[in-house]
């Protein structure tokens, strides 16, 4: 037993802190892997050996070259490291071929920096070196300037988006070397930043926003509200006029398409068209036998007493409907979105069946579109309705402006400085981190990778999420990882593939995500 006992405790180890989790390890000249607290000895052949303290050495001058960039280190450091990983790669390859290399990636792709590795080669469509990347001879990363002091309250703005991701006046105070003191702030950038009358009114630092997001959004709510605030404060007085002139234009009714069904519509209208148009008999009127009823839990339509005028009802029967669907059934079907149908029992084998009638339904539905047609030519006819149906189509459905982003600010610490990203992909980065929901719908090539990986690597900066999960089609997820840690060389990703998903190793997978910490 105490042999045994021996033996385990020679191929485990604690973990040593210098080593990242999920990492391969050389110690006194054997192979450890580790594994949250514990590093196990991993058992393997010479030339596998050679192979995974070759890539461990690799992965540490890597490491020490990112670091060194990340520190802002001069020139002369950084192109030693670079001699020494050329030296170091050349000797690796010359021995046991590329990193890419099957036999090398089964040995070492759990390593959580094997993808890292990987990006150090450009292959060509045959999985041939076509070129080393940038890191062997360029600053491939862009080391983060932390900005201490500023002269305006604009560029004060521009810093706090850009570090704080919003409108932060106590960091703009002390940037500004007036801590605590917001005046010439809110005085200078009066109309650029505004304060949002739903915050804190007495306090200063509450519920501060740049123009783009305050005059964005439901533009008619958000200026009923500052017309109340300003009748008591006056300074909400320039959010005022400044919602004002954001305010949409008004559509007009012939730009509006009212159709039968529509669910703001009020029961009120159509049971004023359904009065005028079928015109049933005196008493249904008088008794207000016929009513029109919505249900917004159930987005139902309901007509009741729909038979009430019988069949000697000649709008009812003749004009707008037929003897088997009266216009009443008729309408009803028309406001649930329903195509009328007619239908006959009959009996077969001792059941009964409904079967559908053909020349009936035929004629129901043509009752159903002159109905339809009888309601958009009487809809606008009235003045006082037109008035009243267009101010409440526009209050319901025209009155969102949307914000228009812009990345100008965003710094994308550790981004590559040999990497700028277009206009349109700074914006689109600036509408995911403040956007919360984004459709990146550009065509193809217009890159969306890149804004995708920037965005993911921001909002971690910025405490807005701690890891990114990117789904991908499985054959594309090594050439992902490849375009992020293009754009990103510091960037630890957890990168998966097919055996991952297999039965035996989800859980260790699930812990994976769990337990390392990840960018991505």
């Known amino acids: 037993p105490d042999v ?24 006194d000249g054997e192979i450890y892997y580790r594994e949250n607290s514990i590093m196990t000895q991993i058992e393997l052949s010479d030339n596998a050996k050679g192979r995974v303290v070759g890539m461990v050495e690799l992965r540490q001058i890597v490491n020490e070259l990112i670091d060194q960039q990340l520190n802002d280190f001069p020139d002369e450091d950084i192109k030693a490291s670079q001699a020494k990983l050329n030296a170091t790669y050349d000797a690796f390859t010359a021995k046991y071929g590329l990193i890419n290399d099957k036999k090398n990636a089964r040995l070492f792709d ?45 560029e004060a703005l521009a810093v706090s988006i850009g570090e704080h991701g919003k409108v932060d006046l106590p960091y703009m105070a002390e940037l500004l070397g007036t801590p605590g003191e917001y005046g010439r ?109 919505y ?45 009328s149908r007619v239908y006959d029992t009959i009996v077969e084998d001792g059941k009964e069946k409904r079967v559908l009638n053909q020349n009936e339904t035929t004629l129901a539905q043509q009752k159903q579109q002159a109905i339809k047609d009888a309601f958009a030519g009487w809809v606008w006819k009235d003045p006082q309705r037109r008035a009243l149906l267009v101010k409440k189509y526009n209050e319901l459905f025209n009155s969102t402006r949307p914000r228009e982003y812009d990345g100008g600010h965003i710094h994308f610490v550790g981004m590559n400085p040999e990497i700028n990203l277009r206009e349109h992909q700074r914006n689109a980065v600036a509408h995911v ?49 490849a375009e992020f840690l293009h754009l990103y060389p510091n960037a630890k990703l957890l990168v998966t593939s097919k055996k991952d998903f297999e039965p035996g190793n989800r859980k260790t997978f699930c812990s994976r995500i769990a337990t390392g910490d990840y960018d991505a």
Request: proline share 4%; aromatic share 8%; hydrophobic share 35%.
């Open 110 to 154: 759990d390593d959580s920096s094997y993808y890292l590795l990987c990006s150090l080669e450009n292959l060509d469509e045959n999985k041939n070196l076509k070129s080393k990347a940038d890191m062997f001879t360029k600053r491939t990363i862009r080391p983060e300037r932390v900005v201490t002091s500023v002269d305006t309250p604009s």
């Open 433 to 481: 981190l403040y956007g919360y929901n984004t459709l990146l719908a550009h065509e193809v090539g217009a890159g969306k990778s890149f804004e995708m990986a920037a965005s993911a690597m921001e909002l971690k900066r910025l405490g807005l999420c701690q890891k990114s999960l990117f789904v991908v089609p499985n054959h594309l997820t090594e050439q992902w990882a």
């Open 185 to 293: 702030i809110t005085t200078e950038l009066s109309g650029v930043i505004f304060k949002d009358p739903a915050a804190d009114a007495d306090d200063p630092e509450a519920g501060w926003q740049t123009a783009d997001e305050y005059l964005s959004g439901n533009v008619r709510d958000k200026l009923r509200m500052a017309q109340l605030a300003a009748e008591s404060r006056s300074e909400f007085k320039v959010n005022v006029d400044a919602l004002t002139k954001a305010q949409p234009k008004d559509l007009e009714a012939s730009e509006i398409d009212v159709r039968l069904g529509a669910t703001w519509l009020a029961p009120s209208i159509v049971q004023q068209f359904m009065m005028e148009t079928f015109q049933p008999p005196y008493r249904i009127r008088y008794n207000n036998s016929i009513t029109v009823r």
């Open 295 to 339: 249900s917004p839990y159930t987005s139902e339509w309901r007509i009741s007493n729909k038979s009430a005028t019988g069949f000697g009802d000649i709008m009812a029967t003749e004009t707008y409907g037929t003897r088997r669907a009266n216009a009443y059934k008729i309408l009803e079907d028309t406001l649930n979105l329903r195509d």
């Open 4 to 27: 045994a006992d021996a033996e385990a405790q020679r191929k485990t180890l604690p973990a040593d802190p210098t080593v990242k989790n999920f990492s391969y390890t050389v110690v």
